[in-house]
């Protein structure tokens, strides 16, 4: 599943958003609202979570909208499906993959009156939005929690490939585990895949061999974190709540909602208050929700709370600088006192610490 | 248990399920029938084995629906491949599309659901030998199943009547047939067992390995499967070296990369598939014995009338 991953953001900086629409605002009554999902909605992954904030605009305008979804919509295959929507009626329509991304600008341009919202993508137009949630916000949170949970020192992580939003959860969660623990060393593992979950699952039996006592995965499977509870260590949900795979292991999971952006894009719609934009929303957003702690200590439980409400108010930046790279050497600051956007969407070198290198 | 045992073990759980696809598919290309579909049917098996162990909440009724599963989508080839002569290629191709769907319908209902281990079998005093004790000797049934299966299938195709009519039959159908051998049926019961080996695969997959269902979570070991019979030259113990080879390669990438090697892990994961060309290069300078696919193999079989 490529879906969430939102790579090559920073060619995209080139796409400039359009401010201005073409359309004028008008008020409407009734919206019919679409979806294109990658995966099927029971995936309990990327489109599950998509499709829960449908079921969100639902609730939220009771006989005021109507919604409709295609599930498991192959990516090369999505223009006649997003162009189906088009047909039949949809004001707003979200497509929620990465690779929706040339279909959808197709198709918006053939109807500048429809409303598009492309997920992870860079393109825009006056009637196509994107968005995109800020995960290394979770990954900082778990970071800490994970430095402070280790007895060995050793934390793992599972990633699917070296591309930059998996860096940039790396090093958010290695400098999550510094802040509390300088001492804290990391293992990475990346499984070449988003999804096959006996060789995810081997993958993290291998960090759990080697030492790792606490793992973070950026695959899309359960298989790793069932792996750690099996050897009776820790683990990060990744994307949705995993607790049932993993009872006891479980630390938190990092997972996406994106119910607060549909609600709020549909009412735009029937507003007549809708605009293109681009949205990068994290855990002040509430686009970023952290499970409960469990199976923590109260200290560490509150120092996880600290760290959560410290990102969502401002305070902290997971990618505050000074940032070192690994040669110990300053990375230049692009940002307002952190990391730009930009330099996370195309983050491609690990921090100080780190001692594995980047695959190339 | 020290981290050498540790690889070993996880070793040995990743090459199971290719060796038990393999064995099926191997029985079924010796009989001169190339089933393309095994990927399609190790799906079915994990989907309907895990769908039933749910369900009962019991291992051996999963196993045995996956491995029903697996022959049902086996007959259904036969059917296309035997009852019509329709092209062996394609109609393997269509098994394994049709099966990667279908596991999805049946298998919706069941994601999310989770089963616990299957117990180890402890062979006590064997087990206590230090490293290859635990290897050896304290392994779940599907290991030593695997294993038993590998030696049954070698005495049977070289030990028995029954064998040589198979492979006869996979070398040369035509004077098979002159010979009065039943060669549809041989075939029929040859692919129906390459697809019991698949389901099963794939119930080892879902039961064991995972222990939960999603979507592809096969994720292409039916063709590994597929390219291990060709690296085995379609010989049992072979097959067992070529799996566990492949099961080795793959877990030692994962090691090497938490190991800091700095090898590129895409480079890693390429190596069995190297493995293969290169075994099917050194199989082709081999001269003078008659290793190779069986003759008849992929051609349909249509007896003059």
Known sequence: MFSGKVFGAVAGAAVLALSATGAFAQAKDKVKVGFIYVGPVGDFGWSHQHDQGRQAIEKAFPGKVTTTFVESVPEADSERAIEQLARTGHDLIFTTSFGFMEPTLKVAKKYPNIKFEHATGFKRAPNLSTYAAKFHEGRYITGVIAGKMTKSNVIGYVGAFPIPEVIAGINAYYLGAQSVNPNVKIKIVFANTWFDPAKEGDAAKALLDQGVDVLAQHTDSPAPIQAAEARGKFGFGQASDMERFAPKAQLTAITDNWSDYYVARTKAVLDGTWKSEDTWGGINAHMVVMTPYKNMPDDVKKMAQDTEAAIKSGQLNPFKCPVLGQDGKEIECKGNGSLSDEQVLGMNFYVKGIEDKIPQ | ?305
């Open chain 2, 1 to 305: 248990m020290t981290t050498f045992e540790a690889i070993l073990l996880t070793i040995v759980t990743a090459s199971t399920p290719l060796l038990i696809a393999a064995l099926g598919e191997l029985v079924t290309e010796r009989s001169g029938v190339l089933n393309l579909g095994v990927e399609g049917m190790m799906a079915m098996g994990a989907a309907c084995s895990f769908a039933a162990a749910v369900t009962f909440d019991s291992t051996l009724l999963g196993v045995a629906a996956g491995m029903l599963a697996g022959v049902l989508m086996a007959a259904l080839f036969a059917l296309v491949v035997l009852g019509f002569a329709a092209n062996q290629v394609g109609s393997g191709l269509a098994l394994t599309i049709f099966g990667l769907g279908l596991s999805g319908l049946v298998g919706a209902p069941f994601v999310g659901a989770r089963r616990d281990p299957i117990a180890h079998i402890d062979i006590p005093v064997l087990s206590d030998i230090p490293v290859i004790g635990r290897l050896f000797f304290e392994q779940d049934l599907f290991v030593y199943g695997s294993m038993a299966l590998t030696i049954l299938i070698a005495l049977y195709l070289t030990r028995t009547r029954s064998g040589l009519t198979l492979r006869s039959i996979g070398e040369n159908h035509t004077s098979a047939n002159a010979l009065g051998l039943p060669v549809w049926r041989v075939r029929f019961w040859a692919i129906l067992f390459g697809g019991a080996c698949s389901g099963l695969a794939g119930a080892y997959l879902a039961l064991v390995y995972t222990r939960f269902w999603s979507p592809g979570m096969t994720a292409g070991r039916g063709w590994i499967a597929l390219a291990l019979v060709v690296f085995a030259a379609w010989r049992p113990g072979w097959l067992l070296v070529g799996a566990y080879i492949f099961g080795a390669a793959t877990v030692l990438q994962l090691h090497a990369q938490a190991a800091q090697f700095g090898v590129p892990p895409q480079v890693l994961s390429a190596v069995p598939y190297l493995a293969t060309i290169l075994a099917l290069l050194l199989l082709s300078l081999r001269r003078g014995r008659a290793v190779g696919a069986p003759g008849s193999l992929g051609v349909p079989f249509v007896p003059d009338r």
